[in-house]
Every structure is written in structure tokens, then in C-alpha cells.
């Protein structure tokens, strides 16, 4: 995933290995690692974690994205999922919002219990995507799931979803209901027609890109139901990565 940021000055490219590690669940599914380089000469300056940039800057959208979209005096959250992105959506959601409730559900009840005591903060383990989906203002998906775990008619008129698995054609995380009912957002139109199952197989109408809403040449409708569709981007990393070269850089 080769980006270019003139503004920032910075040159990277990442190398993603997806692996569905049945027999170890301890080793990440998705491993990464991003290239820095001197954009005047090609000199490569850093090699970094991957895995961890990707998270950090996917939940960072995500945030912005919530920020423009989600109901006003939103008091629940609800992730969907446990995994490396459910932890950097919790943290960085937890540090910007004031939800009142947070709630957690996983496939593996186990694997959610063992999340709700391994953050800082209450954390309410649910145990049905339903259950947890019911009432939210905000909803997180971040599974592995193939085919739908999020339905339509779950979700409370109004709430805001970041819908982040799914990053596969064949796959989905959201049903027809919520895709074609709610209002879609998606980080990049033409990534999405071409690898996301949600928007592909639905047939939902992209409403605008999430920069289109930024930079106000489309609204932030916070008032009506919304999808933010997340396939990630490979100058987020490129910014994120010339964020923390710059950072120990100074420190050096």
C-alpha cells in the first residue's frame, strides 16, 4: 500500500500479511509493516509496526466520523467484536466522548468477558449482537464476520454505525436494511465499489465520501441514521507514520 504526502513530506509504503490463525488464536490475523522513506532520494529512514499504526489511525477515523455523525448527547456505545481494533476504537471513543454505557459482545463469550476486565472502565458484556445493538447511539463493528451480524432493524432511528470488518467483496458485516435505510459514508468511493461486501452485495447508494463532509461540500447528516463504511486508506498511514517518526525524531 505505496502513498505519497507532499504536504507532510513523507513517502511510504505497507506490507500487510493476512493469516486466519485457527489454531493460534494468539497471533494477529492481520500483521503489518510500514516503509518510511526520503521522498528527495528514495533512502529508506524507518521501518515501523504496522499493526499498531493501522489501529491507531482506523479508530481515528472512526472518531472523526462519529464526531461529524453521531446523534447529538449520545450516552451509549456499542462495539461489536473484541480483537485489536475493538480495543483502539474503545480507547480513543473513550478518551474523546462521554458515553454514559458502553457495551461489548463477541461471538466467544469468553473472549469478551476478558476484554471488559482488560480496560480501563466499565464495560458491559452482552450476550447477543442484539442485545448489545438495542437502544445504542453509536455502534462499532470490528469482527471477522462473512456474512451479516449487524440487522437493520436493531438499530435505534438515528444511531451512527462505523462499520469496519468486512473488507472483502464476498463478505458483510451489515444487513440490506441498515446499507440501503441509513445514509452511507464511505472513505473512498472507489475502494468501496471494489472491496467492500457491505456495499457491493447490498447495493446501497454511497452518500458522500467522509472528506466530502469534512470539508463541507456535503452535509454531516447527524440527524438521520448513519453508516460510516471504513476500508482504510494508505495515505492515513502515511501521515500517522511521519506523525511518529517525527515524534521519536525529536526526542532522539
Known amino acids: 500500500m505505496p502513498a505519497y504526502s507532499a ?6 509504503t505497507k506490507l500487510v500479511t493476512f493469516y486466519e490463525h ?13 516503509l518510511l522513506f526520503d521522498p528527495s532520494n528514495g533512502t529508506l529512514k524507518a521501518v515501523m509496526d504496522g499493526s499498531v499504526i493501522t489501529a491507531k489511525r482506523t479508530a481515528a477515523v472512526s472518531a472523526i466520523a462519529t464526531k461529524l455523525l453521531m446523534p447529538v448527547d449520545s450516552e451509549v456505545l456499542c462495539i461489536l467484536g ?21 457495551r461489548i459482545w463477541n461471538r466467544t ?13 466499565p464495560v458491559r458484556v452482552c450476550s447477543s449482537a442484539q442485545e448489545a445493538v438495542t437502544g445504542a447511539d453509536v455502534i462499532v463493528t470490528v469482527t471477522m464476520a462473512t456474512k451479516p451480524i449487524l440487522y437493520g432493524d436493531w438499530v435505534k432511528p438515528g444511531a451512527h454505525v462505523n462499520a469496519i470488518g468486512a473488507s472483502r467483496p464476498d463478505w458483510r458485516e451489515l444487513d440490506d436494511d441498515i446499507m440501503r435505510n441509513s445514509v452511507l459514508y464511505v472513505d473512498s468511493r472507489e475502494a468501496a465499489l471494489r472491496e467492500s461486501g457491505d456495499v457491493i452485495l447490498s447495493g446501497a447508494k454511497i452518500f458522500a465520501e467522509l472528506g466530502e463532509a469534512l470539508l463541507g461540500t456535503k452535509p454531516a447528516l447527524c440527524e438521520k441514521t448513519t453508516v460510516f463504511k471504513s476500508l482504510g486508506m494508505a495515505i492515513e498511514d502515511t501521515v500517522a507514520a511521519k506523525m ?6 525529536a526526542g532522539s
Open 22 to 34: 485457527l489454531n493460534d488464536p494468539n497471533v494477529p490475523s492481520h500483521q503489518a509493516t510500514v
Open 82 to 102: 473484541t480483537g485489536v481494533q475493538a480495543r483502539s476504537h474503545y480507547e480513543i471513543f473513550m478518551e474523546l466522548f462521554s458515553f454514559k454505557e458502553v
Open 7 to 12: 504536504n507532510d513530506d513523507a513517502l511510504t
Open 109 to 121: 463469550k469468553e473472549n469478551a468477558e476478558k476484554f471488559a476486565r482488560s480496560v480501563n472502565g
Open 244 to 249: 511518529v517518526f517525527d515524534f521519536w525524531s
